[in-house]
């Protein structure tokens, strides 16, 4: 038989999935002897047992039964004894923390006999009436299900009827009269009475906990923070201690740190007299911690000194609850505190500095996420805002804008050169237009899966959603807030996709220190933030072995990513060089009748080409620069169908036809394709229109030839994309390998590598096979994504990911993470397969999950030679690629 049921004694800090994160902390601070209530645990499993049957398991009620009489035996009281009762707290944790989600019942074993027999053991009549109110209070809503605010609301009569200003001001003679009104409204809203018999209580209230982890807040907080829903809480029954016996006794939490930096000091706040959450539901002021040392210095002493013993042993910050009972100390609860990003490196950098942790595990305390999030503009902490309400942070970044109230206007003022936010109760695929033009998103309702959310982050657009307290009513094009203010179309705010804050008006945006110090502006020492994050970099860039490289398809941003600690590009995107001016050059290379005239087009984009290459290598100049030949239909350099053919239907009507426009019409209909993604692009073009490859591979070549002659280290990389099969990349192969006999001719020896894209199932299935020619393997898994799921991103993102992960089909869209059990398959298989053939075939990634943190540590796993992904992200992917090779 497993047992459900663990003495504090039998567990450590390191059985958060089994005894839940509370439970495993309490477990371990006992076994550190530090003084903590005795109690036991009933774990994770007799929750899951629970909820997926919907009665407690077999055995659970007898395995209580044991662990209760050995706590009443140690403690030398029985539960709800009428003469001297034991009292318990039934808590709820789970493996992550989930603060407030869920619930604990306090005072557990109070009834109406064993309410004289704490007043009498205790010589302290009103404690026990206000204990007892308190368990009616929190046992009427947890357990029963009613609406705590019933309970708030007599009790606030009763304080206005005595004159009472705090709860602490009731008389024990208001407390009875409160415990009876409660008794009267427990049986009036759940219709039965309030149950005597102590372990009856015990037991529903540990099933009510076990309930409370499918409670709506609940189930969103876990989406949102992406917990699996199958984990379950554990339950920890713990003996009472009380702060609530007047002064003398009271409750408290603390840092034992500074949680925005990790200085030494004393953090935290205490409140005398009280219980449990009073000391954070804000009912009476509390005092500063540092105060408790005139109150009581013993335990202010010895409070201290327990701190002292949890860092050392937890080596971080941690967080703790405590509670002082006429002058005793007793720990009620720690975990290594939550922290936001600047302090997460700011407390790293500072264990360091005290030689606490080294600088591997610094390392490992900090995470591309956060670095992310410190790479946002922020708006100025200086200067008053005029906060209008907070919701869910969604998209980070810092946006300000006139709201506007429909997609229409959005980009109607934008095209007018407005920065405008895009104010709506909820996105659909309608507003895509809007939140392109937008320059940030605000939504009433919606968490953070929500289409707005999802598409905003797509984009990388500031959204705040889910904010509550406005009420936006578009028609008026109005949102009005809770406290009465209304903003109209027009008026300027600003939302912090980070913070979840709107703002009233303009709020002045700073540039984020992090990136001014990659810029080359600001040195390490210049703050210590900056130098905190410098010497995370620099322990990651020395640890790790994948590679990191850009996607550049400008010397600009080439430039940019090198100042990031890019070693590389590792996909330069040709298409765009194809537009403005040079339109009209691809417009004639299709048009052309004859080979001569297709030869002048090229002959005259040529020039233009080898231009764009060398300013790319000399700014790479060094690095591998790999250039992807043309990818996207070449029906995207002509005009619309749609607009043509109206043009030359309306032409004709006048009788007065353009020849041109006849044949481009005849061109565009030729190339016209109902699936462009799966249509003539990539390798087949250069299979169909040789030339056109031909001119790209010799741009490349006589640019790296320039570049060399200028006495640069050019180390260009020609990519041929959507490959599936070796076959294709072979005929491109041959085209190429003429081209470069030409080169080497006229110009002599330039070093190159010729390889491809993988981003086609087959090709990865089949890689044995292409790595026979192809000389290096870059994944594009943003088509290997598309391929692999049949998705097309730009159409499915919007119309259907929001209903997909709220049904959680999957966690995280596969184009912001990788989808490593499938399209993380392939991946492995097309490296494995191709060094099989191949050796040493150097692979990379160039999709956009290059940059993303979950999707590097698996690359690195892989064993990919590097990633490559946006410039932006290039600091966020060395970190994570040194974080990958401390864990390997
Ligand atoms: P949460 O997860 O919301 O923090 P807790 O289980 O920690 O909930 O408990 C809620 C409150 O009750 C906290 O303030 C905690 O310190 C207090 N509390 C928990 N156990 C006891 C106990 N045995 N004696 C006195 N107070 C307790
Ligand atoms: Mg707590
Ligand atoms: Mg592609």
């Known amino acids: 038989m ?20 509370k439970g495993a902390n309490l477990a371990e601070m006992t076994n550190l002897g530090l003084p903590v209530p005795p109690g036991f645990i009933i774990d994770t499993e007799a929750c899951r047992a629970y909820l997926s049957v919907g009665t407690v398991p077999a055995g659970l009620a ?67 009436w206000d204990s007892y109110r308190r368990l009616l209070q929190m046992f009427g809503s947890t357990v029963l299900g009613i609406d705590s605010a019933v309970f708030g609301k007599v009790l606030d009569g009763l304080k206005a009827d005595r ?64 917990i699996p829903d199958d984990l379950g809480t554990a339950v920890t029954v713990i003996a009472m201690v009380f702060g609530n016996c007047g002064a003398g006794s009271g409750t408290g939490v603390a840092f034992t740190r500074d949680p925005a930096t990790g200085a030494h000091g004393v953090y935290g706040d205490y ?61 009620l609860q720690t975990r290594v505190g939550k922290r936001t990003p600047e302090a997460a490196f700011r407390i790293a950098r500072t264990l360091v500095e005290q030689g606490v942790i080294d600088a591997d595990e610094a390392l490992q305390r900090v995470t591309g996420a956060q670095l992310a999030q410190l790479m946002f503009p922020r708006f100025d902490a200086a200067g008053v805002h005029d906060l209008l309400t907070t919701g869910m942070g969604a998209s980070p970044g810092a946006a300000v804008g006139k709201a506007v109230f429909d997609s229409a ?34 939504t009433s309702h919606g968490g953070k899966t929500s289409h707005a959310a999802v598409v905003a982050r797509g984009m990388g657009r500031t959204c705040v959603c889910g904010a509550e307290a406005l009420d936006v009513d578009a028609s008026a094009r109005q949102f009005t807030v809770r406290d009465g203010r209304t903003v109209h179309e027009g008026d300027l705010i600003s939302v912090d996709g980070t913070t979840g804050e709107v703002f009233l008006g303009a709020v002045e945006v700073s540039p984020s220190l992090i990136v001014r110090h990659f810029e080359g502006e600001l040195p390490a020492d210049a703050d210590n933030l900056v130098a905190a994050v410098s010497e995370a970099m620099t322990r990651a860039d020395a640890a ?60 005259a984009l040529l020039p233009l080409q080898r231009q764009d290459f060398t300013e790319i290598l000399e700014a790479m100049d060094g690095f591998p620069v790999t250039i992807r030949l043309i990818d996207p239909p070449l029906h995207e350099f002509l005009p619309n169908l749609t607009e043509l053919s109206v043009k030359v239907a309306l032409a004709e009507s006048r009788g007065a036809v353009d020849e041109h426009d006849r044949v481009l019409l005849d061109h565009v209909r030729r190339l016209h394709e109902q699936n462009p993604m799966l249509g003539l692009r990539g390798v087949r073009l250069g299979i169909l229109i040789p030339g056109l490859f031909e001119m790209q591979a010799r741009a490349i070549l006589e640019a790296a030839a320039d570049r060399r002659d200028a006495g ?65 393997f870059s994944f594009g898994t943003n088509d290997l994504t598309q391929m692999t799921w049949g998705f097309s991103r730009d159409d499915v993102e919007a119309s259907f990911f929001a209903t997909y992960l709220d049904n959680g089909i999957f966690d995280v869209s596969p184009f912001e993470s990788l989808d490593t059990l499938g399209v ?20 990379g990634v160039c999709g956009e999950h290059g940059g993303d943190p979950a999707s590097i540590h698996f690359f690195a796993e892989v064993g990919l030679d590097y990633v490559s992904c946006s410039p932006y992200r290039v600091p966020v992917a060395r970190l994570e690629a040194g974080r990958a090779a401390l864990g390997e």
């Open 712 to 776: 640069g280290d050019p180390q260009p990389e020609i990519m041929i994309p959507l490959v599936a099969s070796v076959r294709e990349f072979e005929m491109v192969q041959r085209h190429i390998l003429t081209v470069a006999e030409e080169v080497t001719a006229e110009r002599g020896e330039v070093g190159y590598r010729l390889g491809t894209m993988i981003e086609l199932p087959r090709a990865a299935v089949l890689a044995d096979r292409i790595a026979r020619s192809a000389e290096f």
């Open 409 to 442: 206007t959005a980009v109607a003022w934008a095209a007018r050169g407005e920065d405008v936010v895009l104010v709506r109760k909820e996105t659909n695929p309608d507003d895509l237009h809007g939140m392109v033009a937008a320059a940030g998103i605000l």
């Open 163 to 226: 004159g009472a200003h705090v709860d602490t001001d009731l008389t024990t003679a208001d407390l009875r009269e409160l415990v009876a009104a409660f008794q009267e409204l427990v049986e009036q809203h759940s219709g039965q009475p309030f149950p005597q018999d102590p372990r009856e209580q015990l037991d529903r209230a540990v099933a009510a906990v076990f309930d409370s982890w499918n409670t709506d807040r609940a189930r969103l907080y876990r989406r949102q923070d992406r």
């Open 544 to 603: 790790r072995r994948m590679r990191v490289r850009a996607n550049a398809d400008t010397a600009e941003d080439a430039a940019r990513a090198r100042r990031f600690g890019a070693e590389g590009i590792g996909l330069c995107r040709t298409e765009h060089m194809f537009l403005g001016d040079r339109r009209q050059l691809v417009e004639d290379l299709i048009v052309a009748e004859s080979t001569a005239g297709q030869q002048a087009a090229l002959e």
């Open 824 to 843: 993380g398959a392939l991946v492995k298989i097309g490296t494995e397969r191709g060094r099989a053939t191949r050796p040493d075939l150097h692979v």
């Open 62 to 128: 007898e395995e209580i039964g044991v662990h209760l009489a050995a706590l009443e035996q140690r403690m030398g009281k029985r539960l709800g004894d009428p003469d001297d009762p034991l009292l318990v707290a039934v808590r709820s944790g789970a493996k992550f923390s989930m603060p407030g989600m869920m619930e604990t019942v306090l005072n557990v074993g109070l009834n109406d006999d064993s309410v004289h027999g704490l007043a009498a053991s205790s010589g302290d009549e009103r404690f026990a």
């Open 271 to 331: 409140l005398e007299n009280a219980q449990g959450e009073d000391v954070v539901a804000g009912i009476r002021n509390t005092l500063p911690l540092a105060d408790l040392e005139r109150l009581d210095p013993t335990s202010y002493a010895e409070l201290l000194r327990i701190m002292a013993v949890l860092e050392e042993h937890y080596r971080d910050m941690c967080d703790i609850e405590f509670t002082i009972e006429r002058g005793k100390l007793w720990m």
């Open 2 to 21: 497993t047992a459900f049921v663990h003495d504090f004694a039998d567990g450590d800090k390191d059985q958060k999935d089994l005894l839940g994160g």
